[in-house]
């Protein structure tokens, strides 16, 4: 694995907490210059106070992104916060864009990525683990927030968990609900919180939501999250079991989401 280069690190910053996240991991970890790539309807506009060098773009303009990376003199990058899907699929490609997906077979996020992965890397910069500096914000398996629950709702977190991995491994999705050994809503192209909506829906309370990596998972991108937004969400939803894979799960604003897990009554679990 390379070594994160502390003199200079670029953020690919999506939405969320994730960002300025990472901006303080970096900080606290010595990162002397931090150059972030922010994307208009995305990116957070606080993020320009926090790091040292911005520029905002539309999703789409990899080419004008790694100009402005190279004359940053970056060479190490990380993608940290989601884009939309429907932003992923509303492109507004440049002339780079247009030519890495006309080599792609698929056009999923995963591809997408990975497409943007190589095309950095053809100008000297490494995409690093979306997890850098953030290895401590990974939970162990076990109980980690909220009401202690019976066996029972832990059986049909293992029940979701088996099906959520299957559904990443068809490239799906990776999160399901389920409440008593049924499968009510698989994550689709609409993201984890419509899903979770429908499948808590369904549900009418007491449901589970499980949220996995994918087999094989690319530490670069596409990594679980799980933050304050998503208890709201399930709570919201009728979901008071959230169960995530352990290790592999970032867990994003934790003294907040410990403070929503026993206000709002949702369980938090980790599967090893």
Known sequence: MTAPNLDNIALIAGNGIYPETFVAAARKAGVRKLVAAAFT?????????????????????????????????????????????????????????LIMMARLKERNAETLFGGIANELAKDGITLLPA????????PKPGHVAGPQIKKRRVEDAEFGFKIAKESSRLD???????????????????????????????????????????PNQDMRFDVPVVGPETIRTAAGAGVDVIAVEAGMTLLLGREEVFRLCLELKVTLLAIG
């Open 41 to 97: 309807n995305e990116t957070k506009p606080e993020l320009a106070g926090m790091v040292d060098a911005i520029e905002w773009f539309r999703v789409g303009q990899l080419g004008k992104m790694i100009s402005f990376f190279k004359k940053q003199g970056v060479t190490q990058t990380v993608m940290v916060g989601q884009i939309a899907p429907k932003n992923l699929f509303d492109l507004r490609p440049d002339l780079r864009t």
């Open 131 to 138: 997890t850098t500096f953030l290895e401590d914000l990974m």
């Open 172 to 214: 799906i999705g990776q999160t399901v609900v389920v409440k008593n050994g049924t499968v009510l809503a698989v994550e689709a192209f609409e993201g984890t919180n419509e899903a979770v909506k429908r499948g808590g829906a369904l549900g009418r309370g007491g449901a589970t939501m499980v949220k996995v990596s994918k």
